[in-house]
T-cell receptor, first 113, second 111 residues
Framework: GAGVSQSPSNKVTEKGKDVELRCDPI?????LYWYRQSLGQGLEFLIY????????KSGLPSDRFSAERTGGSVSTLTIQRTQQEDSAVYLC???????????FGSGTQLSVL | GEDVEQSLFLSVREGDSSVINCTYT??????LYWYKQEPGAGLQLLTY?????DMKQDQRLTVLLNKKDKHLSLRIADTQTGDSAIYFC???????????FGPGTRLSVLP
């Protein structure tokens, strides 16, 4: 596609439910990142995928968070048993060969009630 | 560890120049970036500079890099109301495998 696409753009869920957030990177981009942006805060790194290598999961805040990237393209971030502190904007970004430029999607606003 | 710092707020009058400053700690940074985030949107890459450069100019934007002091600045000439946004400074190390973002500077442009 022309840019990084994320869905849904907004998600409201109840505490304790599981949610899945989707990211469709720019076609041909080998690197994919997930970040979290809490209200008024900067970006918190969550996870990084590069090609077929094992992902860098060092930023995931707890074992309730997991992510997959199927076929080297689309990625899904799953949050199990959501908590109110998970409320944030979840941003996905991708980069291509060379990796020096990150392109961001417009994010998923997650609200946990 | 890596750390990127920015002041959180800046207000300027329309037509004035804005200067947003950033400091970083990792001397092995490969590239340094400025991203712009408008309300409800993702981050948009404004400009970036390779770490062996001192300056880069792109229309109304001027980036200055002082590698010795690990200081990066973004100057916006003739600031317009459409420039109101949050500006993030970022560095990459390991040739783009690791990006570290600052907390963002909220720029308010007053009429």
């Amino acid at each position: 596609g022309a840019g990084v696409s994320q869905s849904p753009s907004n998600k409201v869920t109840e505490k304790g439910k599981d949610v899945e957030l989707r990211c469709d990177p720019i076609s041909g981009h080998t690197a994919l990142y997930w970040y979290r942006q809490s209200l008024g805060q900067g970006l918190e790194f969550l996870i990084y995928f590069q090609g077929n290598s094992a992902p860098d999961k060092s930023g995931l805040p707890s074992d309730r968070f997991s992510a997959e990237r199927t076929g080297g393209s689309v990625s899904t971030l799953t949050i199990q048993r959501t908590q109110q502190e998970d409320s944030a904007v979840y941003l996905c970004a991708s980069s291509g060969t060379g990796g020096e430029k990150l392109f961001f999607g417009s994010g998923t606003q997650l609200s946990v009630l | 560890g890596e750390d990127v710092e920015q002041s959180l707020f800046l207000s300027v009058r329309e037509g004035d120049s804005s200067v947003i400053n950033c400091t970083y700690t990792d001397s092995s940074s490969t590239y340094l970036y400025w991203y712009k985030q408008e309300p409800g949107a993702g981050l948009q890459l404004l400009t970036y500079i390779f770490s062996n450069m001192d300056m880069k100019q792109d229309q109304r934007l001027t980036v200055l890099l002082n590698k010795k002091d690990k200081h990066l600045s973004l100057r916006i000439a003739d600031t317009q109301t459409g420039d109101s946004a949050i500006y993030f400074c970022a560095e990459s190390i390991l040739n783009g495998q690791n990006f570290v973002f600052g907390p963002g500077t909220r720029l308010s442009v007053l009429p």
